[in-house]
């Protein structure tokens, strides 16, 4: 019992802060917004925090306008520069972000609702999608999503009888949303600090509204089209992970290496109980994007294909209770399809999951696009050209979900920092207190 509440301690903090990002640029709308804000008990010393909210207005979605809850985080009665802080998802609310005093010493900050999850006044909600994603597959490939396909049309389905109009909640949207709060605000420039998805909202702003950017430090960065996880990448980022321990731990990379050259196969059962090898690979596939958990998952893995399931087997029973309670799962897929709905795309993806450590996750989770366009979706991906300008990405060496491998060339070298040994949430989420030296650093002193 202890172990399996580790475990599913361990994925539950994995997933709460795993993040995926989407793009889009596509349904900018000229809708109106207005504000009522209230002073707080400050939430460091020294600081006042003001809730507010933003109100859009002219939605095709019921009841036809919009309530989104900002905090922003302020000290002294002078101009400061402020950031907009964008964290991770989608399904997951931005508020649960609170910056550290570190932050506060040199910056406000405001943090945004996103819109359709969370604290939004409209929530995107349909049981169909956990329902699908609980079905148990037989591998990560669009031919064993198929089983999945009657609730992912019930799910689109579902909100498409509620009025939702998919468009209005793309990221797009999104960063219109940080527009009309830096507007009603009054600010003249913003800074922006973000996280995965977030810095897919991020490089959409900043691109639309350069004028108005001061900089932006983009953790884990997530560069349009990089919704979707390839097999061929994230296989290099196991190959590189695997290099790094030949030195220091020759036994684990052995292991690795024979993971990573010559996987076998993972038994079905532990002792009477079944057991479900594509969930327990899923629950291993989110626990390898951090380094506190990263280990955990390819020993399970090593030692199941050896014959000894116990850790898989509590992995693959984790797997419900990530489906449960990690994400909202009617926001993650409307977002991702709306960003990276591309059936070619996804059919590469499938072909290179293929013998790849961990199949692909992506062929089942983009494996509903008929559904989605069935639903009045567009699969219509705008892989628009980001401007990196005053832009600062730092990312993790061994990020199996926004890679290095997809560093855009647009991006000078010296603007690209990659953290040693680092995973997917850890750059920030690990100690976001110390990620006050790079904002300090480059914001206020871009030319040293």
């Given at each position: 019992m202890d172990m399996t509440r580790r475990s599913l301690l361990q994925l539950m903090l994995a997933a709460g802060v795993q993040t995926l990002g989407v793009q889009s640029f596509a349904g900018c709308s000229t809708l109106g917004a207005t504000a009522n804000a209230t002073s707080d008990q400050p939430a460091a010393p020294g600081a006042r925090v003001v809730r507010g909210r933003l109100t859009v207005t002219g939605l095709r979605t019921p009841p036809g306008a919009l309530d989104l809850p900002y905090v922003y985080y302020r000290r002294g009665s002078g101009p400061r520069p402020t950031l907009f802080f964008l964290g991770g998802g989608p399904g997951v609310s931005n508020l649960k972000f609170e910056p550290p005093e570190q932050w506060l010493q040199e910056f406000d900050v405001v943090v945004l609702e996103y819109r359709g999850v969370g604290q939004s006044s409209i929530v995107l909600s349909s049981p169909y999608f956990a329902r699908a994603l609980r079905q148990p597959v037989e591998g990560l490939s669009l031919r064993a999503a198929a089983g999945m396909q009657e609730d992912f049309r019930a799910a689109f389905a579902d909100l498409k009888r509620q009025g939702v109009s998919f468009e209005e909640f793309s990221p797009a949207e999104i960063a219109e949303d940080i527009e009309r709060l830096r507007q009603q605000l009054g600010l003249d420039r913003i800074h922006l600090v973000a996280h995965s998805f977030g810095t897919r909202v991020a490089l959409l702003y900043q691109t639309r509204y350069r004028d108005r950017t001061a900089g932006s430090v983009l953790f884990s960065m997530n560069t349009p089209g990089g919704f979707l996880w390839y097999p061929a990448d994230t296989q290099s980022v196991w190959t590189r992970y695997r290099d790094s321990?030949?030195?220091?731990?020759?036994?684990?990379?052995?292991?690795?290496?024979?993971?990573?050259?010559?996987?076998?196969?993972?038994?079905?059962?532990?002792?009477?109980?079944?057991?479900?090898?594509?969930?327990?690979?899923?629950?291993?596939?989110?626990?390898?994007?951090?380094?506190?958990?990263?280990?955990?998952?390819?020993?399970?893995?090593?030692?199941?294909?050896?014959?000894?399931?116990?850790?898989?087997?509590?992995?693959?029973?984790?797997?419900?209770?990530?489906?449960?309670?990690?994400?909202?799962?009617?926001?993650?897929?409307?977002?991702?399809?709306?960003?990276?709905?591309?059936?070619?795309?996804?059919?590469?993806?499938?072909?290179?999951?293929?013998?790849?450590?961990?199949?692909?996750?992506?062929?089942?989770?983009?494996?509903?696009?008929?559904?989605?366009?069935?639903?009045?979706?567009?699969?219509?991906?705008?892989?628009?050209?980001?401007?990196?300008?005053?832009?600062?990405?730092?990312?993790?060496?061994?990020?199996?979900?926004?890679?290095?491998?997809?560093?855009?060339?647009?991006?000078?070298?010296?603007?690209?920092?990659?953290?040693?040994?680092?995973?997917?949430?850890?750059?920030?989420?690990?100690?976001?207190?110390?990620?006050?030296?790079?904002?300090?650093?480059?914001?206020?002193?871009?030319?040293?």
């Open positions: 321990l030949r030195a220091t731990r020759p036994e684990q990379y052995e292991q690795l290496d024979r993971l990573l050259r010559t996987p076998s196969a993972r038994p079905d059962r532990y002792g009477p109980f079944k057991l479900n090898d594509s969930k327990a690979l899923v629950v291993a596939f989110f626990l390898s994007f951090n380094a506190s958990t990263r280990d955990t998952a390819f020993k399970a893995m090593a030692s199941a294909e050896s014959g000894s399931a116990g850790n898989w087997y509590l992995f693959s029973l984790a797997y419900d209770w990530v489906i449960r309670f990690s994400f909202n799962w009617a926001d993650f897929f409307v977002k991702a399809y709306m960003a990276d709905c591309d059936r070619a795309a996804v059919e590469l993806v499938d072909q290179q999951g293929s013998g790849a450590l961990f199949g692909s996750p992506s062929a089942v989770l983009f494996s509903a696009t008929e559904a989605f366009k069935s639903a009045g979706g567009v699969c219509r991906p705008d892989h628009f050209e980001p401007d990196y300008r005053r832009t600062l990405a730092i990312v993790g060496e061994f990020d199996p979900s926004t890679p290095i491998e997809r560093k855009p060339h647009a991006l000078p070298d010296e603007r690209f920092v990659v953290l040693k040994g680092a995973g997917h949430a850890d750059v920030l989420y690990a100690n976001p207190g110390a990620a006050a030296t790079w904002l300090t650093r480059f914001f206020l002193s871009p030319d040293a």
